[in-house]
């Protein structure tokens, strides 16, 4: 049962009195779960009043009310599942609970299971995250020979996360396919998603992909940040739009193709700062990202990790996927 962990999401907003709070909690955090998921959680102190945002793979981002500070613990209310074929029917609810032991950042996950009245718990300690880095010279890196990522003949190099979801990942005339019969933009399906075996450090990635007419897909950073890859004009736009940071760092600009033609992307990650170009036009210019987006396999900024695509969303079409990395 511990799958229904992979979707709880959450960001929480709390205010409440910063010395309730033990101090070693402050900050961000790679969370270090049971099972294995990934997690993520920021602990803040804004003029006196506790924030708290927490991230298990996937979901919403939406605030969640009802944080509490008791006893030296933080107390957060997850996402509530309800059956759709029943209306008031709970399958789970989920809760976390985060103190301090020895010092270090501990945790538990829970959820329940009302019909059958069982319960589970996915205990987790924190990871410090170190503070962002100040913004680099990119006229100054070094940077290695390319990697060619995909050999336009196979799938050598890559394997999905999840072995036991549908694999509809092929290759066709040369292009990297995904294929399933999801056509809503809902976060997750039957459908697996696609990462390379290797893990990478900072980049420079140059990489086409063919997008249809309000279809969905995406392309995460070292497993960390995902470069959104929807159409021009789909109803995703903005902070969600293509050429976005999913929901980090806003585009500054649109030079996205309509669906259904080829577009290219350059994205460069050094030191926690991207860059990304569409089309030949700079959407984000070297901006800091502080956090991971949701759907991430890895959640510690400091470690190496896969470049990863979205398959459980839509179909979609890549190519050319090349990879540079950078000399330190």
């Known amino acids: 049962m511990k799958f229904l962990l992979s979707f709880i999401f959450i960001m929480a907003t709390l205010s409440s009195v910063a010395s309730h709070v033990p101090e070693e909690l402050y900050g961000d955090w790679s969370l270090d779960l049971e099972s294995n998921e990934a997690g993520w959680l920021r602990i803040a102190d804004n003029e006196g009043e506790i924030e708290v945002s927490m991230m298990v793979n996937v979901g919403s981002i939406r605030p969640l009310k009802?944080?509490?500070v008791k006893d030296g613990k933080i107390k957060v209310p997850l996402k509530t599942y309800r059956d759709k074929g029943k209306e008031g029917g709970i399958l789970s609810t989920n809760r976390a609970e985060i103190w301090s032991e020895d010092g270090k950042l501990t945790g538990i996950i829970f959820t329940h299971f009302p019909k059958g009245n069982q319960s589970i718990e996915d205990p987790f300690y924190g990871i410090a995250i170190p503070p962002m880095p100040p913004e680099?010279?990119?006229s100054k890196v070094k940077w290695g020979k390319p990697i060619?990522?995909?050999?336009?003949?196979?799938?050598?190099?890559?394997?999905?996360?999840?072995?036991q979801k549908i694999n509809g990942w092929s290759v066709e005339d040369g292009n990297l396919v995904n294929t399933t019969p999801k056509t809503d933009f809902s976060a997750t399906g039957a459908y697996a998603n696609l990462m390379t075996v290797t893990n990478f450090e900072d980049f420079k990635l140059h990489i086409e992909f063919n997008i249809g007419k309000d279809r969905n897909s995406g392309i995460y950073v070292r497993g960390l940040y995902e470069t959104q890859v929807v159409d021009r004009d789909s109803r995703m736009q903005g902070l969600q739009g293509v050429g976005s940071i999913f929901g980090l760092v806003e585009r500054t600009e649109n030079p996205a193709y309509e669906g259904g033609k080829w577009q290219t992307y350059e994205i460069t990650l050094v030191d926690r700062h991207m860059t990304v170009v569409l089309n030949g036009v700079t959407t984000v210019d070297n901006q800091p990202v502080s956090g991971p987006t949701p759907g991430a396999v890895n959640t510690h900024p400091m470690l190496p990790g896969p470049i990863y695509l979205q398959g459980d969303h839509t179909s979609v079409k890549y190519r050319n996927i090349l990879l540079t990395p950078r000399i330190k």
């Open 66 to 68: 009802g944080v509490e």
């Open 136 to 138: 680099p010279d990119l």
């Open 148 to 163: 060619a990522l995909f050999n336009g003949i196979d799938l050598t190099g890559w394997e999905v996360r999840r072995p």
